[in-house]
């Protein structure tokens, strides 16, 4: 347990950094513990809150697995590795970062060093694993089957595949609160920062958009604006101020004058410029972002061992019966033919 106590150790440090560095931050796990429930009843996971733009994603394990089995959840986050997304409040070119996001039935856990090997160790040892829900937060109980894994540097993550060793419960022993049956996993994976903050700000990595139809009035570039960044887990917002920002002014049509603060990051477009008329949504800059969030819901069956027994002899007795039927047949035929034979036919 040492080497996951380190693991997890650098995990808490680096949230750390990413939640005090605001507005870098992109520990992407908290912000999904300030709400209730991370998948709503919708089905939706709240990732997609933040994550506004849409990628693939898979996920691979097996269909069926036996108590106190130790197996793989793969969860594929492919992007185009040539890439660069915008960085954190100086809106410089950074390497994308991935995670996942991983919800299991109600008994099936993350996998204990001792029930590893030595491949699954490494592994995790370089993409570690932690608990949504880890106790730390009054507001959510410990809850041992919502796993998150990052962000991690996306070129660390070999084959762009995310893997996470579970233990899968046994519905035979005293305590257990599950039964055989089938289950549903539930993922989500995550390549480059979100769009929105917690409390609704928009980020440096989204494309930004006039509120009101109107004309604009002035642009002004290479300013500095504080805004409130909300970094999820029901933390306070935090003052931050952006340099080498945008500014742009609309006169709205209803006489109402708009002003939208732009950080640095996305880009204005040509047809930004002053005396130009815009319509309300119009975009104004081109949109930065480079990455996306995807969902995957797939069955896996907690199988009894029991009950594979009885199968497997059930196929045995029908296999026999068969058989028997086979011999039987050609028993007949072969009485059939020497009855004809004696017939003379």
């Known amino acids: ?181 089938k289950y549903s996993i539930y993922v989500g994976g995550n390549r480059g920062r979100g769009q929105v903050y917690s409390n609704g700000v928009s980020s440096n990595n989204v494309v930004y958009t006039s509120p009101a139809a109107g004309t604009i009035s002035k642009v002004e570039t290479g300013i500095k604006f504080k805004a409130n960044l909300q970094f999820g887990g029901g933390s306070e917002p935090v003052e931050t101020e952006y340099e080498n920002g945008v500014r742009v002014t609309v006169q709205g049509d209803n006489g109402k004058s708009a002003v939208i603060e732009i950080p640095p990051g996305p880009k204005l477009l040509d047809t930004t410029k002053v005396g130009a008329k815009v319509k309300a949504g119009q975009e104004l800059t081109n949109n930065p972002n480079v990455g996306g969030y995807g969902a995957e819901e797939k069955d896996i069956v907690l199988q009894d061992s029991q009950r594979v027994v009885w199968v497997l002899v059930t196929l045995a007795l029908a296999f026999v019966c068969q058989l028997l039927l086979v011999l039987k047949k050609k028993q007949v035929e072969r009485v059939q033919e020497y009855e004809a034979q004696q017939q003379g036919l």
């Open 1 to 181: 347990m040492r080497k996951f106590a380190i693991a997890a150790a650098i995990s808490v440090l680096s949230a750390s950094v990413w939640l005090g560095a605001a507005p870098s931050a992109s520990a992407w796990p908290s912000f999904a513990t300030a709400y209730d429930q991370a998948r709503d009843s919708a089905g939706k996971i709240v990732c997609a809150n933040c994550h506004l733009g849409a990628a693939p994603t898979e996920v691979e394990f097996p269909n069926s697995v036996m108590p106190g089995d130790v197996f793989e959840v793969k969860v594929k986050v492919p992007y185009d590795a040539k890439v660069q997304e915008v960085g954190g409040g100086d809106g410089k070119p950074v390497g994308i970062q991935v995670g996942a996001y991983v919800q299991l039935p109600p008994g099936f856990r993350l996998a204990e060093e001792k029930e590893l090997n030595e491949e699954q160790k490494k592994l995790l040892e370089s993409q570690p694993v932690g608990l949504l829900y880890d106790g730390t937060n009054p507001k959510h109980p410990k809850q041992d089957n919502i796993l998150t894994v990052g962000p991690l540097p996306g070129d660390t993550v070999k084959d762009q595949e995310i893997v996470i060793p579970v233990k899968a419960p046994d519905p035979n022993a005293k305590d257990a609160k599950i039964k055989f049956g």
